[in-house]
Each structure stands twice: as C-alpha cells, then as structure tokens.
C-alpha cells in the first residue's frame, strides 16, 4: 500500500523527522493550562489585541520561514504567524464579542477554496501541528484559538449557488443565516432558519460550528 504522505510536498525528510516533531509538538499540560484561562477584558469601542504566553512569537521558527513562504506560495488565500505585522489585528477581528482569550495559533490560514484548505492539512500534518476551524466565530471565548498549532479560517468561504428548478441550494459555510434567506427569497425559497440573523451557516447546520 503506498503512503498516504509520499505525495505531500511539506513532507519533512525522514532524518529532520524526529526534530521537527520535538520541536513543533504543543504538551498536553501547556494546553490544558492555557485552556483554563478564558478570562478577559471587556473592551468597548477598543482593538482587542491577545496575549500570548511567553515565547509564543518564536514558535513559528520551529515551523522555518522557509516552510511558511512555500504554504503561502501554494495558495491563494493568506498565512500568518506572529511575525506578521498585523497578526495581533486580523486575530481580534476573529472574535465575536471582544472577549480575548489568553491562546494564539502558532499559524492562521485564510483559506480562499477547498484547494486552500487541503494545503493547509498537508501542511498541518507534515509539521506536526494541530487544526482548529474557525467558522463564524459566534461563540463567547474563541474557540477556534489554541496555544500553538494552526487555525484554518473560513471566513472568506461565502459563496453558494442556486438551482431553482431543483430547489437545492450548495453553500459554503460561512454564509449568514440572513443572507442565504435572501438570496433563497429571490427564487421563492426559504429553509428553517435559526432565530438569530448573523450566525453563519455552518454553526447552525453543524449545530456549533
């Protein structure tokens, strides 16, 4: 049987294997002690910037700059670690009610399409990192944000299309439960929606997301 992972460019050689997995792997009591603090601040009106724990920044070096460029250069969508300018900003943006948790992904990866998102799994697996979904983020503590690891972000995954003759409609997830109702209404169809307008698809569907 051939190996799942002969064809996945990230790959890391078998003689970087051992290292790459020290060195990128998140501990169950790192994890289990950054889960247990989602208290926060409650800023009204302010950027909400996260903090994460020490060293955190220096993490993505495990990973290699070199390896960040090659995922990037693979999609269209766009990759972040800490060292980007604007990590702090774009991760705030994330969050549904400005309640920060004290946990950022080593890597954010807004994905554009599915091709994007198999990317980032190869990736995710050859690197040895941890995946989280970021769907609609209505939650109250961010979910989607984990100490180390990657986030995948849907939020750019909007689009659906329509076949009235049919009626069935194919959505993306991260569609408002508003916006699919109109864009159903203009072909006189509707589907049981939930009551509150901005949730996103996949958190109703999926009941959570």
């Known amino acids: 049987m051939a190996d799942n992972n002969s064809n996945n460019k990230y790959q890391p050689s078998e003689e970087n294997l051992t290292a790459d997995s020290a060195s990128n792997s998140v501990s169950r009591r790192g994890f289990l002690a ?49 060292k980007s300018p ?30 994007d998102v198999i990317e980032a799994i190869n990736f995710a697996q050859a690197n040895n990192l941890k995946v989280s979904v970021h769907g609609g983020g209505h939650n109250w503590c961010g979910l989607a944000f984990r100490n180390g690891g990657m986030c995948i972000d849907l939020s750019d995954l909007n689009e659906s299309t329509i076949d009235p003759i049919a009626k069935t409609a194919s959505a993306q997830p991260v569609i408002s439960n ?32």
């Open 86 to 115: 604007d990590y702090q900003q774009k991760l705030a943006a994330m969050l549904f009610n400005k309640l920060p948790p004290n946990r950022t992904p080593e890597i954010v990866v807004r994905v554009k399409n599915d091709n």
């Open 178 to 209: 508003r916006d699919m109702m109109q864009r159903l209404a203009k072909h006189g169809l509707a589907f049981p929606t939930g009551h509150c307008p901005l949730v996103k698809i996949c958190g109703y569907f999926l009941i959570g997301g």
């Open 34 to 82: 950054s889960t247990a603090a989602l208290a926060g601040a409650l800023l009204i009106g302010e950027p909400v910037l996260l903090t994460a724990n020490a060293g955190e920044a220096q993490k993505v070096s495990a990973v290699g700059t070199a390896k960040i460029s090659l995922l990037q250069n693979s999609i269209k969508g766009e990759v972040l670690t800490a």
